[in-house]
Structures are given as C-alpha cells and as structure tokens.
C-alpha cells in the first residue's frame, strides 16, 4: 500500500510542479542551457568536465606520538610549501628566458637577477627555517621543478657552486640529491593535496 501512495502522490504533485515552473514568470520559453555534448548511439548526452575529488580515507593513528608527529609535519610542509611553489614558479619562468637568450652575457644577468630577488624576499625567511624543514623544502623544491636542487645549482651556476652547497647541506646532515616520491613522502603528499596547493 505504501508503494502505490506514494506513486499516486508523485502524480498529484509532479504535473502541479510542472505547471508551476510554466506560470513561473522568471522561467521563459526561450531559457536554455548551453552545454557541451556528444551523440553516443542516436542518443545526445551532455558532458561537464569536474574538477578533481580528492578522496582519502580518515586518518588513523596508532598512538598520541604519532598524531602528533603527523601534525608536526602538516606544520612544516605548511611552512615551506610557498617556497617551493615560488621557486617552481621562477624557475619555469627563468627556463622560458634563457629559451629565448641565446648571449651567455645575457642569460647570465637573467639568473644573477632571479637569484637577487630570491635573496631580497626570502633570504631572512628560509634562514629562520628549522633543519626538518629544509629536508622538506628540498623535497618539494623536486616536486614543484621536476629537478633536485643540487641538478638547478649545477644548471644555473656551475659543477662546483653545486658541489660547494652540497658539501655544506651534508655537513647538517642533507642531501641536495633527494628525489621527492609520492608513494614514500605520502603523508607529505596527503597533506599537500588536502590543503588544496
């Protein structure tokens, strides 16, 4: 008895909607929506493109410690995610320069230029950086460029500038080589792509 009220109440109030959305004074004949589609088998189906869901499970701790590791982390690639993202973003910048340069006096002062805005607005900031977070940004800095920091260093200034700063990284104890892996970093993974970066 249930299923046929409520199919008869569906066809009491459908046709009042439709009747409704017809005397709708805002709704016109002539309004429509535009979208984009494809015919599939006689049949005319709209296509909407979504943007990406990310979908993560709720994260699980096994102890206090580790929670609490996990939101020391979320605070340090915080911390460090808008300098790898500004450095990612200039160094692609500065490729399609020297893309176009081809006098070494030329390329060279677009690079000396590069370098000296990074030292006039980050110097100071990336000094105040804790050790842990300079692991991370030279992760990400891979992450965002495709290249290790010690591979940009050797490219932009030269073997032994590149050498230098790594000789200087591992005396703290890193690496200028480290490569970013997804599938290893994914709590800085997971992190970095919940917070919508």
């Known amino acids: 008895m249930v299923p046929f009220l409520r199919g008869v109440l569906f066809l009491i ?11 709708d004074p805002k709704v016109g004949r002539n309004d429509t929506i535009v979208a984009p589609g494809f015919v599939l088998d006689g049949d005319t189906l709209a296509s909407f493109w979504l943007n990406p869901v990310l979908v ?11 929670k609490l590791k996990f939101f020391r982390l979320r605070q340090d690639v915080y911390a460090v995610l808008p300098y790898a993202k500004y450095a990612g973003m200039r160094y692609k910048w500065l490729n399609a320069q020297l893309e176009h340069e081809t006098d070494k006096r030329k390329r ?7 370098e000296e805005d990074i030292k006039k607005n980050y110097a100071k900031k990336l000094k105040d950086l804790t050790i842990t977070q300079g692991r991370i940004l030279i992760k990400l800095v891979d992450r965002e460029t495709g290249q290790t920091s010690y591979e940009i260093v050797k490219e932009l200034k030269n073997g ?3 050498f230098l700063f790594q000789g200087i ?16 970093d994914k709590d800085i993974e997971t992190i970095i792509l919940s917070s919508g970066y």
Not at 13 to 23: G, K, N, V
Not at 57 to 63: G, Q
Not at 176 to 181: E, G, M, S, T, W
Request: net charge negative.
């Open 13 to 23: 109030f459908i046709p009042s909607w439709a009747l409704a959305q017809r005397m």
């Open 160 to 162: 032994f500038t590149a």
């Open 56 to 66: 993560q499970d709720k994260m699980l701790y096994h102890s206090p410690e580790e």
């Open 169 to 184: 990284a591992g005396f703290f104890g890193d690496n200028l080589k480290d490569h970013y892996d997804p599938i290893t």
């Open 108 to 114: 060279k002062m677009l690079i000396r230029e590069v």
